[in-house]
């Protein structure tokens, strides 16, 4: 009865002493997108894209806009009418397959940029858990409550601007 005891204990010991060891990180990574130099670029990076396409539809509307007032005026004949009419719609197709390629093609750059950054911020999270003693470092969009205390955005955010600035 003793030794079963004494090895609940221990084992229970142990469990403690494990679970004491084990110090858990959090991260904000919007924050660090939004706030670190490296993440502005890339935000600007995706933002002047997403404005040259919005651009670019925006133009393609107003000309469509202007075939349909042309469209709409009774001093047309027939023939021309007809004309304008496939017009206007090679232009509405036109605008789709450059919606969807537009979209497509965001799509695929925000995807490898992305890839990049986080090659990039990655490093950093690692190098700012080893020195902080972190063993796990989660990202707080996954976790339902954490102490403010372990929360290593801040420091995440510094040590990426000080490795960005170097690289540019």
Do not use: C, H, W
């Not at 719609?89 to 890839?115: H, I, L, V």
């Not at 470092?137 to 372990?150: G, L, P, R």
Request: no cysteine; proline share 1%.
């Amino acid at each position: 009865m003793k030794k079963v005891l004494s090895m609940v204990i221990i084992l229970v010991v142990l469990t403690v002493f494990t679970y004491a060891e084990t110090k858990i990180g959090i991260v904000n990574s919007q924050l660090v997108l939004k706030n670190s130099v490296g993440g502005k670029a890339f935000m600007a990076k995706m933002g002047a894209i997403d404005k040259k396409m919005t651009g670019q539809m925006q133009n393609m509307s107003k000309e469509m806009k202007k075939l349909e007032k042309e469209l709409a005026s009774p001093a047309l004949n027939a023939t021309s009418r007809e004309k304008k009419a496939e017009a206007l719609r090679n232009k509405q197709t036109a605008a789709k397959r450059f919606y969807e390629d537009s979209k497509r093609n965001f799509q695929a750059k925000y995807q490898k940029e992305m890839q990049l950054l986080l090659k990039e911020i990655m490093p950093v999270i690692q190098n700012v858990g080893k020195s902080k003693g972190f063993t796990i470092i989660m990202e707080m969009q996954n976790v339902a409550y954490f102490d403010k205390s372990v929360e290593v955005t801040a420091d995440v955010i510094k040590a990426y601007d000080a490795v960005y600035k170097k690289k540019k």
